[in-house]
């Protein structure tokens, strides 16, 4: 067995165990799962495009004994996952009151199905408006003050893309304000999941380049931000899931229906799940929720991960070269990374990233993004502040606190609009 696969199939296994199903298919055995949380499950699920996924999920389901609730599929989330989608599948929720829940899509069905649980669950007790659940564990405290239990929820992932299926987060976009928010809360990781790869081969590609940076940037972020005690974890994540992007994501390009490739990104994307419940996420992240009207969300992370490894060059030098070495070893570094430092050694770390980018069609400056203007950079500097996305400042490996946002983000993200990396101040 290859065993850079073999390698992350440990790790997936030692982190998820039973409760996780994954690898080339297994969508069959989604029955089997629902089948031991109660007799219906509302599926929710894009029927379109996904109906073969749709019908294998119900024809599974049937064999089992578990009946649609409702006796209908509910359509699925948005792109970036509208908070209108949100209510509209808490309805779902309320009126049939499954035995389970089964959410099917992407990250933003998935993270949709989250939140609707959620407010399903809590909004008699507290309150069914969304806002104030955003942040850390607000979900949790209000279990706990409740004594109420979430709906179980099976994550089946259809992208290779944000790890959804996999993690504590749930990213909900408010339409008006162009503005993602974030739950960040332990009692909405899906508690059963499935990934079957193969489903991915009818993803469009530019799907599957935006969930091949969102794998980069979920492992590089947490890794340039780790604590010491988990810093070996962090790199063996890392190193794993971005060798598995940068070597494989080209072949899938090219050709669609690869199926090694496409298990790779798989993993790798997981595996990026797995890195941001070790670590938190941090500068491309905070920059992307701005972004979501412009970008994919891996897409808008890839573009500003190169500013921030500049950024935080001085601090990150062990994770730069690390990193650097995999972009080194498939040809997109020709500099010895070795005899650099500092800023230097993030430049050329940066431009490694920047060059794989291109290499699979990704745009690699926020002035390719089309309708791109100054607006957005003034969003994203005022999102930096807000205080339910400070968690993202903390975490970085510079932390910036809201009063220096305007000195050093501004700089990042001009940076990023014109491609030039000396545009980018150094915190003293």
Known sequence: MNTLFQEAKELLSAWKGPSYTFGLGVLPRIGEIASKLGKSALVVCNTSYMKPVADAICASLAEAGVSLAGGVIAPDAGPNAPREDVFRIETYILHHKPGCIIAVGGGSTIDACKAANFLATLGGALTPEIDPYFGTNVITEGLQKTGKRLYPLIAVATSASSGAHLTKYSNITDPVAGQKKLVVDNAVTPPFALFDYTVTASMPSGVTIDGALDAIAHCFEVFAGI??????????????????????????????????????????????????????????????????????????????????????????????????????????????????????????????????????????????????????????????????????????????????????????????????????????
Do not use: W
Not at 385 to 399: S, T
Not at 417 to 423: A, E, I, K, P
């Open 227 to 428: 604590p010491q005690d988990k810093y070996e974890l962090a790199a063996s994540i890392a190193k794993c899931a971005i060798e598995l992007s940068v070597q494989y994501a080209p072949r899938v390009i090219k050709n669609p229906n690869d199926m090694e490739a496409r298990e790779a990104l798989g993993m790798a994307t997981d595996l990026g799940g797995y890195a941001i419940m070790v670590g938190g996420t941090n500068g491309a992240h905070l920059t992307s929720f701005s972004l979501v009207d412009l970008a994919g969300h891996g897409t808008a992370c890839g573009i500003m991960n190169p500013y921030y490894a500049v950024f935080f060059s001085p601090a990150i030098e062990k994770q730069l070269r690390l990193i650097g070495g995999v972009f080194k070893k498939y040809g997109y570094i020709s500099a010895g990374l070795d005899n650099l430092s500092g800023r230097e050694l993030g430049i050329a770390v940066a431009q490694g990233m920047v060059a794989f980018g291109k290499a699979i069609g990704a745009p690699t400056k926020l002035s390719e993004l089309p309708k791109f203007n100054k607006s957005y950079i003034d969003k994203a500097l005022k999102a930096a502040k807000d205080p339910q996305l400070e968690m993202k400042l903390k975490n970085m490996p510079v932390a910036l606190t809201a009063s220096l946002v305007d000195e050093y983000m501004a700089p990042i993200l001009n940076a990023a609009v014109q491609g030039d990396f000396s545009l980018i101040k150094l915190l003293a």
